[in-house]
């Protein structure tokens, strides 16, 4: 499999396994932030992984932007746009693919 196709398979797995367990979530409790933020900090190891997650996610942004603007890739706002309504799962392979089609259409 070339870097393209599983880039875009993981920009897939990335929005289904998340969302999996976010429809789980709300399933048993609804649009609880409390309960959700309460969980998702709730022991050292739970927010060891958030805040990775988080800290991640601003890293990605910052990365984005400037790499959109060299490589000419429009539209920079749509991968933000998922990073934040689905994260870093989707939105740092969903960018690794447009990235790696714009540098394999310019050879």
Known sequence: MNKTRLFLVLAILGTVVPYWHLISFLSMHGIN???FWQQMMGTPIAAF???DV???????ILWILPESKRLGIKHPWLFILFNFTVGVSLALPAFLY????KR???H
């Open 49 to 51: 992984f958030s805040w």
């Open 104 to 106: 394999s259409l310019a």
């Open 98 to 101: 447009a990235r790696e089609r």
């Open 33 to 35: 932030l409390s309960l």
């Open 54 to 60: 988080i800290l991640s996610s601003v890293a990605l």
